[in-house]
């Protein structure tokens, strides 16, 4: 979700499972990322699980679709 090279301002809220930061880091970002917008205040419910699933499957230049 986190594009580019400067963002040391975010972090994660394990307990809210959403992405945090300051206002003014949010804003910065969203400014020249207009389709992020919607996760400043969204939670991701299933990121503990999906993580879980899909952390560790990579794909190889073989299997690679």
């Given at each position: 979700?986190?594009?580019?090279?400067?963002?040391?301002?975010?972090?994660?809220?394990?307990?809210?499972?959403?992405?945090?930061?300051?206002?003014?880091?949010?804003?910065?970002?969203?400014?020249?990322?207009?389709?992020?917008s919607q996760f400043k205040h969204r939670s991701f419910?299933?990121?503990?699980?999906?993580?879980?699933?899909?952390?560790?499957?990579?794909?190889?230049?073989?299997?690679?679709?």
């Amino acid at each position: 979700m986190l594009s580019g090279k400067d963002n040391s301002d975010f972090g994660w809220d394990e307990h809210r499972q959403l992405v945090v930061a300051k206002d003014v880091a949010w804003n910065s970002y969203i400014s020249s990322h207009k389709e992020t917008s919607q996760f400043k205040h969204r939670s991701f419910a299933y990121y503990d699980q999906l993580t879980a699933i899909y952390a560790k499957d990579r794909a190889t230049e073989k299997d690679a679709q």
